[in-house]
């Protein structure tokens, strides 16, 4: 069974960091591109970040380029979401996903989709 399971979520004061961690069991994804999404209350699921499966490739949304840092350990089925200079309009929950392309992701047509982690940033 395929499954993504975040990790890393929890509340910061705003300007802090956090970091998010998604580790894929069931199958390999090194050949897949990542991502993460993240819905806020009372809004739509938005796309956040994206890599490609051999890391070469990252595109952010505009809101925290420059802030957020997408990686992938291909060795250990992980993606990482590292999260600086938090503000309180990045609370959320934060999903990652899991597609063949990067494309894919950013349309958010992944195949594979995790539970989620709670990312609160207080002011």
């Known amino acids: 069974q395929v499954q993504l399971v975040e990790s890393g979520g929890g509340l910061v004061q705003a300007g802090g960091s956090l970091r998010l961690s998604c580790a894929a069991s069931?199958?390999?994804?090194?050949?897949?591109?990542m991502g993460w999404f993240r819905q806020a209350p009372g809004k739509e699921r938005e796309f956040v970040a994206v890599?490609?499966?051999?890391?070469?490739?990252?595109y952010y949304v505009d809101s925290v380029r420059g802030r957020f840092t997408i990686s992938k350990d291909n060795a250990k089925n992980t993606v990482y979401l590292q999260m600086n200079s938090l503000k309180p309009e990045d609370t959320a929950v934060y999903y990652c996903?899991?597609?063949?392309?990067?494309?894919?992701?950013?349309?958010?047509?992944?195949?594979?989709w995790g539970q989620g982690t709670q990312v609160t940033v207080s002011s």
């Open positions: 996903a899991a597609a063949p392309t990067p494309g894919s992701i950013v349309r958010g047509a992944a195949d594979y």
């Open positions: 890599i490609s499966w051999s890391g070469g490739y990252k």
């Open positions: 069931g199958r390999t994804f090194s050949n897949y591109a």
